[in-house]
């Protein structure tokens, strides 16, 4: 399989040319193949081997921009890579309750807090005080946990996930999915989440983009 990057020559966010290389890693070989392994659980899949044949020789870069001061992955998963990695690797897993193990009160009260910050900003900036009408978005969803604390503040949540499987395992855990393929109408939503998505998705728009 082809490894499938897709290098940007120009900052994400304001489109300037002046970028510089900031940091620079192997995939395979250092932390970055230790983490991956670990967090996404690749070895208990045996996808161990597998990783280190598709990535070897490929370096996660992280460049700078000049104009913005922007730090951004340089070289981001492409279509086929992206589709291996969320479909079959991560999303190749039995999705189920058993997901939730790793998650501690503690993580369950972090979650929480969290929401009610956000949905107590989203009240202060909106002047909705009626919480069903607030409509939340969590962009790359995961399990829902975060899904499941949005929905505890009574807002309107939903959830969106680039593995099928997850779309899925979110319907049958109550919560209101949508694939990111999706056009969604401007003004959608009062507050969108995403957590450890941006840094590794190909770039929709610079400063023209009323998001950014």
Not at 35 to 59: E, M, P, R, V
Not at 82 to 93: F, M, N, P, Q, R
Not at 97 to 109: G, K, P, V
């Amino acid at each position: 399989m082809d490894v499938d990057f897709q290098t940007l020559d120009e900052c994400p966010l304001c489109g300037s040319k002046e970028i510089l290389e900031y940091y620079r890693m192997p995939y395979v070989g250092s932390d970055v193949e230790r983490y991956i392994i670990s967090y996404y659980k690749l070895a208990h899949l045996d996808q161990a081997a597998a990783y280190g044949s598709i990535f070897n020789g490929t370096d996660y870069i992280l460049a700078s921009c000049k104009n913005c001061s922007l730090l951004f992955q340089m070289n981001r998963p492409g279509k086929n890579l992206s589709k291996l990695v969320y479909d079959t690797w991560i999303g190749g897993k039995v999705v189920n309750n058993d997901n939730f193990s790793r998650y501690d009160l503690n993580e369950c009260q972090h979650n929480i807090s969290e929401a009610l910050r956000l949905v107590r900003l989203v009240e202060r900036s909106t002047g909705k005080r009626t919480l069903s009408e607030i409509n939340a978005l969590d962009y790359g969803m995961g399990n829902g946990q975060f899904c499941r604390a949005l929905q505890a503040c009574l807002v309107d949540t939903y959830g969106s996930e680039y593995a099928q499987d997850r779309i899925e395992f979110g319907r049958r855990s109550g919560i209101k999915t949508m694939n990111v393929e999706d056009d969604l109408p401007p003004d959608s939503f009062d507050l969108i989440n995403t957590e450890q998505v941006m840094e590794h998705v190909p770039p929709l728009c610079h400063t023209s983009c009323p998001l950014v």
